[in-house]
């Protein structure tokens, strides 16, 4: 449960379900050089086909002497996906861990598929790949965003960001 960035030539670790690291207002959202500016926070949701159906983990389970073992992960609701994506690890689990874990990144994964890009202006130039962010929407609402991409063109930041929803990396991983 983190992400792997590089930041200033160092690679850096960073756990996932932090708080975030800074709250945007709706109007700082939308920065720009030209005289239109874009959509402040336009969300695209991902192609539900590249999703896969399901995704199945293989690795040592330590309640049976390190032998192989499989736990899946199932979205049950897919629109046309049929898919079972492989997950292979050698590090030993017990099974509730494995599906605990499993269970996270299809859901991480689903969640994530919804992105959307924000400009803003170089107060934000803190702001790094990796960060949690919450941005407001258009009707007050606030949506909890992490940054994936940053691309730094003076005097705006551009940022690729997705939805980020802390509670899918808590899952309790109940299997038989």
């Given at each position: 449960?983190?992400?792997?960035?590089?930041?200033?030539?160092?690679?850096?670790?960073?756990?996932?379900?932090?708080?975030?690291?800074?709250?945007?207002?709706?109007?700082?959202?939308?920065a720009t050089t030209e005289e239109e500016?874009?959509?402040?926070?336009?969300?695209?949701?991902?192609?539900?086909?590249?999703?896969?159906?399901?995704?199945?983990?293989?690795?040592?389970?330590?309640?049976?002497?390190?032998?192989?073992?499989?736990?899946?992960?199932?979205?049950?609701?897919?629109?046309?996906?049929?898919?079972?994506?492989?997950?292979?690890?050698?590090?030993?689990?017990?099974?509730?861990?494995?599906?605990?874990?499993?269970?996270?990144?299809?859901?991480?994964?689903?969640?994530?598929?919804?992105?959307?890009?924000?400009?803003?202006?170089?107060?934000?130039?803190?702001?790094?790949?990796?960060?949690?962010?919450?941005?407001?929407?258009?009707?007050?609402?606030?949506?909890?965003?992490?940054?994936?991409?940053?691309?730094?063109?003076?005097?705006?930041?551009?940022?690729?960001?997705?939805?980020?929803?802390?509670?899918?990396?808590?899952?309790?991983?109940?299997?038989?």
């Amino acid at each position: 449960f983190f992400e792997v960035t590089m930041s200033e030539g160092k690679i850096k670790f960073v756990p996932r379900g932090a708080s975030a690291v800074a709250t945007i207002p709706y109007l700082d959202l939308a920065a720009t050089t030209e005289e239109e500016p874009p959509e402040p926070l336009s969300l695209r949701p991902g192609n539900d086909l590249e999703i896969p159906a399901q995704k199945a983990l293989s690795y040592p389970n330590l309640y049976n002497d390190y032998q192989p073992d499989i736990q899946y992960s199932d979205r049950l609701i897919t629109a046309t996906s049929v898919t079972i994506e492989p997950v292979q690890t050698s590090i030993g689990m017990t099974p509730a861990e494995a599906k605990g874990g499993i269970d996270s990144q299809l859901l991480d994964q689903v969640v994530g598929s919804v992105g959307t890009v924000i400009s803003l202006l170089g107060d934000y130039s803190r702001l790094e790949p990796t960060d949690p962010i919450i941005a407001t929407a258009s009707d007050g609402s606030l949506l909890r965003l992490r940054l994936v991409k940053k691309n730094d063109s003076y005097p705006l930041l551009t940022f690729e960001a997705v939805l980020d929803d802390v509670s899918v990396l808590t899952s309790q991983g109940i299997t038989s």
